[in-house]
């Protein structure tokens, strides 16, 4: 498409726009009495306005029923993280039994790691990209330790090229074949959190599997912003966030896939809780472990029902859309933004904003993420001062996202507007 950098185009694209009617199922935040130009979800997203009501509805059940309403709410709680699986299957690409949302993102990575990462002789390293979120790197750098590992020899880090922001695809080919023989895991995110780029996920795991490695990934900045396929990649594992482009509130329940070739396979090791147990002995509460089938048997607790009826809210959203729409309409919307803000940099070369992020739509989702040539923080907090919502991460970066459920392309057309306008007034 030739885009156009005029508010009629803008507004033209919004017309056109099958998805347009979401926008008004989220709480867009004010400023001066209008909407701000939010560019964050990709560090949170909005609220559903639904979310209310099934959280209104749990409240109710709790004051009625108190304890019997794990078996006789409206939705009663003991089965309650089934009720969201298919939609939930359905944006990552798996199988309703490989995936369930629980307990919050590190910890799951803790204890998926604690089945999936079992360093043996020479094999013991964990392979991940450089720069990815600190959590990972805690969490990566404690479970070798625990292992009686060194971080500083047992875990390999891939770090782009001299003078290039991404990582190429080949070169992480090349590291996994050339360390082959010492790697125990592969942890990648899925779409780095500081560039934006969105890794080649099927690539990666088809040359770790030929390597004799397990191949897992975090997708806290993936779920909900670009189309995976986890069972069909032959992905082991993977867990996500679900308050970023899934919109299910600050802290809101995580998620995790554990593919079901793994499922029967009872002598992995785990850390174990009754919610994971098999449902049907799970209440004659014994002594000894019974897994229930597919992932529900990483459970640890019972599930924590209000931040669950809050994700339900967006997943129906979710799955009312269709994630292969969503992703139509996102790789449009960024390509405007990209477009918006090319136009901007040749207008103002003396404030550039360097685009980091891959330009190639396979290799990112939403997000852009922009590096300015001089007064980068100054911008960011012009930007705020005038209602436009993005995300500074130290030390240069500036983040935003486009998010094509409530995003328009005029939202897009104000930040390069809005640029325009800071920048007449002498940055």
Same mark, same amino acid.
């Given at each position: 498409?030739?885009?156009?950098?005029?508010?009629?185009?803008?507004?033209q694209l919004d017309?056109?726009d099958?998805?347009?009617?979401?926008?008004?199922?989220?709480?867009?935040p004010q400023?001066n009495?209008k909407d701000?130009?939010?560019l964050?979800?990709?560090?949170?997203?909005?609220l559903?306005?639904?979310?209310?009501?099934?959280v209104?509805?749990?409240?109710?059940d709790?004051?009625k029923?108190?304890v019997e309403g794990?078996? %006789?709410a409206k939705n009663p709680?003991?089965?309650y993280?089934h009720?969201?699986r298919k939609?939930?299957a359905?944006i990552?690409g798996?199988?309703?039994?490989e995936?369930?949302?629980?307990n919050s993102?590190?910890a799951?990575l803790?204890?998926?790691?604690?089945?999936f990462?079992?360093?043996?002789?020479?094999?013991k390293?964990?392979?991940?990209?450089?720069?990815?979120?600190?959590s *990972?790197?805690y969490?990566?750098?404690?479970q070798?330790?625990?292992?009686?590992?060194?971080?500083?020899?047992?875990?390999?880090?891939i770090?782009p090229?001299?003078?290039?922001?991404?990582?190429?695809t080949? *070169?992480?080919?090349?590291?996994?074949?050339?360390?082959?023989?010492?790697?125990?895991?592969?942890?990648?995110?899925?779409?780095?959190?500081?560039?934006?780029?969105?890794?080649?996920l099927?690539?990666?795991?088809?040359?770790?599997?030929a390597?004799?490695?397990?191949?897992g990934?975090d997708?806290?900045?993936?779920a909900?912003n670009?189309?995976?396929?986890l069972?069909?990649?032959?992905? *082991?594992?993977?867990?996500?966030?679900?308050?970023?482009y899934?919109?299910?509130g600050a802290?809101?329940?995580?998620?995790?896939f554990?593919?079901e070739?793994?499922?029967?396979?009872n *002598?992995?090791?785990?850390?174990?809780g009754?919610?994971?147990?098999?449902?049907q002995?799970?209440?004659?509460?014994k002594?000894?472990?019974?897994?229930?089938?597919?992932?529900g048997?990483w459970?640890?607790? %019972?599930?924590?029902?209000?931040?669950?009826a809050?994700h339900r809210a967006s997943?129906?959203i979710?799955?009312e859309?269709g994630?292969?729409?969503?992703?139509? +309409?996102?790789?449009?919307?960024?390509?405007?933004?990209?477009?918006?803000?090319n136009?901007?940099?040749?207008?103002?070369?003396?404030?550039?904003?360097?685009?980091?992020?891959?330009?190639?739509?396979?290799?990112?989702g939403?997000?852009?993420?922009?590096?300015?040539? +001089?007064?980068?923080?100054?911008?960011?907090?012009q930007?705020?001062?005038?209602?436009?919502?993005?995300?500074?991460r130290?030390p240069?970066?500036i983040?935003?996202?486009?998010?094509?459920l409530?995003?328009s392309?005029?939202?897009?057309y104000?930040?390069g507007?809005t640029?325009?306008?800071?920048n007449g007034?002498?940055?």
């Amino acid at each position: 498409m030739n885009f156009e950098n005029t508010l009629s185009f803008a507004q033209q694209l919004d017309e056109n726009d099958s998805l347009k009617k979401f926008r008004e199922r989220f709480h867009i935040p004010q400023h001066n009495g209008k909407d701000a130009i939010y560019l964050c979800g990709n560090s949170l997203g909005l609220l559903p306005k639904s979310a209310r009501s099934f959280v209104e509805q749990e409240f109710q059940d709790w004051e009625k029923f108190g304890v019997e309403g794990h078996f %006789n709410a409206k939705n009663p709680w003991f089965p309650y993280h089934h009720f969201g699986r298919k939609m939930l299957a359905e944006i990552v690409g798996a199988k309703e039994e490989e995936v369930v949302a629980m307990n919050s993102l590190t910890a799951n990575l803790h204890l998926l790691m604690v089945s999936f990462y079992q360093p043996k002789g020479a094999r013991k390293k964990i392979m991940m990209e450089a720069n990815a979120f600190p959590s *990972d790197q805690y969490a990566i750098e404690t479970q070798v330790k625990f292992h009686g590992g060194n971080p500083e020899t047992d875990i390999i880090e891939i770090s782009p090229r001299e003078g290039e922001y991404t990582l190429r695809t080949e *070169d992480i080919l090349a590291q996994i074949e050339k360390n082959k023989n010492e790697l125990a895991l592969i942890l990648f995110g899925g779409v780095n959190y500081l560039s934006g780029q969105y890794f080649d996920l099927k690539k990666i795991t088809d040359a770790g599997h030929a390597a004799g490695v397990t191949v897992g990934f975090d997708l806290a900045h993936a779920a909900g912003n670009v189309t995976v396929q986890l069972h069909d990649w032959n992905v *082991d594992f993977a867990c996500w966030c679900s308050y970023k482009y899934l919109n299910s509130g600050a802290g809101g329940v995580g998620g995790i896939f554990v593919h079901e070739k793994h499922s029967a396979n009872n *002598d992995l090791p785990r850390f174990a809780g009754w919610w994971g147990n098999d449902e049907q002995t799970r209440f004659q509460m014994k002594k000894g472990f019974f897994p229930q089938t597919g992932a529900g048997a990483w459970q640890v607790s %019972n599930a924590p029902v209000f931040a669950m009826a809050i994700h339900r809210a967006s997943l129906e959203i979710f799955s009312e859309a269709g994630i292969k729409n969503l992703r139509a +309409k996102s790789e449009q919307l960024t390509a405007y933004l990209e477009f918006t803000l090319n136009d901007f940099n040749q207008k103002n070369p003396e404030h550039e904003l360097k685009i980091i992020t891959p330009t190639n739509i396979s290799e990112r989702g939403c997000q852009l993420s922009l590096i300015a040539k +001089k007064d980068g923080k100054k911008i960011f907090e012009q930007l705020t001062s005038h209602g436009v919502i993005a995300d500074w991460r130290e030390p240069n970066v500036i983040r935003m996202s486009p998010v094509p459920l409530y995003n328009s392309f005029e939202d897009v057309y104000r930040v390069g507007e809005t640029l325009m306008m800071i920048n007449g007034t002498r940055i």
